[in-house]
């Protein structure tokens, strides 16, 4: 495009040097020949005078004339050599160039196109001037006095401007359309969470992001890192300061912001294995193991209580420790704890009394006796001691008239080892007596 305008200048500069020439010869021919019809009217006593000094001025008029046809001539070869020369560059491939014209509008001027931000400028801007004359441009705004004009945010649109080339005496202007196009802006991404967030283990992490894009293109919002979404269940493995990098893209550009969490430890208790209740005898060593662990890997320390030892969960009985014991086995971090209870029955070396009723409700009538049929006997024939204790207070008992209903009765037997109770019920059922005369009724 460029070799091809230059091509035309020159033949355009050409040919109007070969018409001045042509002109100037039509000139000097039009003057030769009146310059003969004047001589013609002058006076026949002056033609033989002038006829010698006329035919040196023709003379010299032929001259001129040949040496302007010989000058056309050698201009005409010189356009025909610069045209041969110009075809000749025009077979040669043209190397790209750095700015490009780029297609007139529809109004048609030409147009340069740029995103905000770059430099406008004319790198290839040239006017030729026929004369040779030295060129000077001028330029409108916002184009500044060297044809160039820094872009910025904001200057998208369609600029039209006016460039000027003058040599002084004369000048063409040409207007030109320069069409910024709006620069393509990274989305912005919104927090309405805190950038640092503090939890807990177990508890659940949510980052709150809105993104937007000031282009109105579609945006993409992403989570990478420590988390690849918005929400997360921490895990009691958690603990610690962790990254989370949300982006936003609209697949030309992107924007990130860095969210930290924070995970605070949370000490979880120990965890102890159920123990069986246990039954012994009198003398019998025991030794309670206790098994506990900790969800976090801390050092756990087992306690147990009274009658077992505190550290190590030993206990000999003897004699006299017959009877059913609540033990609390307690497993420790240092700062949670976990507890479990469990049975231990003592059986005594000696066997207890044992108490056999026929029945263990007693049912009668206001007025009659209560008589408890109760056997008890002892292996050993160890000496008892038995007590009623309750609504009798013995085995037999004279109900009246004031003891309708239900009643408890104890029955304690113990050979001062070991204890035994049973327990009666009495019921007694209300009696309907006949009415009596007073004794003074008929005095």
Known sequence: MKKSRIKSVILA??????IISLVGCVKLQKKTSDDKKADADKSDDKQADDKKSDKKKNSKKMSSVEDEAKKIEKDVKK???LTNMTEEADKIEPEPEEDTPEPAADDGLPVKKVTEGELVSFPNLKAVDPDGDSITYKFTSPLDATGRWQTREGDAGEHVV???????????SQQVKIVVEAKNKAP???????????????????????????DEDPVTLTFSGWMDKATRTTTYDDAGQHTVTITATDGKKEATEEVTVIVENVNRAPELTEIADLKITEGDEIKVDAEA?????????????????????????????????????TAADGEKEAKETFKITVQSLNK????SLASTTINVDEGETVMIDAEITDEENDELTITYSGWMTSSTYQTDYDDAGTHTVTITATDSINTVTEEVTVIVADKNRPPTFDPGAFS
């Open 293 to 329: 662990t900790d969800p976090d890997g801390d050092e756990v320390t087992v306690t147990f209580s009274t009658p077992l030892g505190a550290q190590d969960g030993k206990w000999t009985t003897k004699q006299g420790d017959a009877g059913t014991y609540e033990v609390e086995v």
């Open 162 to 172: 006016t460039i000027t080339a003058s040599d002084g005496k004369n000048e063409v």
């Open 352 to 355: 207890a009394p044992e108490i």
């Open 79 to 81: 356009v025909e050599e």
């Open 188 to 214: 912005t991404i919104t927090l309405s969470s805190p950038k640092e967030i503090n939890v807990k283990e177990g508890e659940k992490v949510e980052i709150k992001a809105e993104a937007r894009d000031p």
């Open 13 to 18: 500069v050409l040919l109007i040097v070969v």
